[in-house]
């Protein structure tokens, strides 16, 4: 493609796009403030049930906020995972806080094996310092998705591409 601004062609297969999903555990997690104004962060989170699932504590800026609008974004970036870099998927749609106990019963145990996936003691240590008594869960459930392999940008122009970029 002669086009270097159409990124059309450069999206994720959907096999590496669940893949991402399924293999991250940190994602930038984005809400707006009161102010009508964009905030993120970095939250560890896991997929199940076509949403992305995290955690805060309730006193966090954030809850009133997802309160306020039910509505968030979210950034996962396959930096870190066997994928490799420059593959990209980026959501927005409702979002929920969930504050009952079966919610965060099956959700924490969840989040602290993908966070300790090869140390059961870690993630038993880590489940006990995530079960606080003012604990969220926080659902984000995609209605709009914009995903990205720069693998398939760079190969347009293969010199230009940063060292080990086509590793992966």
């Not at 997929?47 to 992305?52: E, F, H």
């Not at 604990?135 to 392999?149: A, G, H, S, T």
Request: charged letters at 25%; one cysteine or more.
């Amino acid at each position: 493609m002669e086009d270097a601004e159409n990124l059309a062609e450069c999206q994720l297969d959907p096999d590496l796009r669940d893949r991402l999903l399924n293999e991250q555990v940190e994602c930038t997690f984005i809400w707006t403030n009161k102010a009508g104004q964009p905030f993120g962060v970095a939250m560890s989170f896991i997929w199940r049930k076509g949403s992305i699932w995290l955690t805060a504590a309730g006193t966090r800026a954030r809850i009133p906020a997802i309160r306020r609008t039910g509505y968030a974004a979210a950034m996962i970036s396959s930096v870190g995972t066997s994928i490799g870099p420059g593959k990209t998927v980026s959501v927005r749609g409702q979002c929920t806080v969930h504050d009952d106990r079966g919610t965060r019963d099956w959700m924490l145990p969840e989040l602290a094996r993908a966070i300790r996936k090869d140390d059961e003691a870690g993630a038993a240590a880590f489940l006990s310092l995530l079960d606080s008594p003012g604990r969220v869960v926080i659902e984000l459930k995609p209605d709009y998705e914009l995903n990205f392999d720069s693998k398939k940008m760079w190969a347009r122009k293969p010199g230009a591409a940063p060292p080990g970029r086509f590793d992966h």
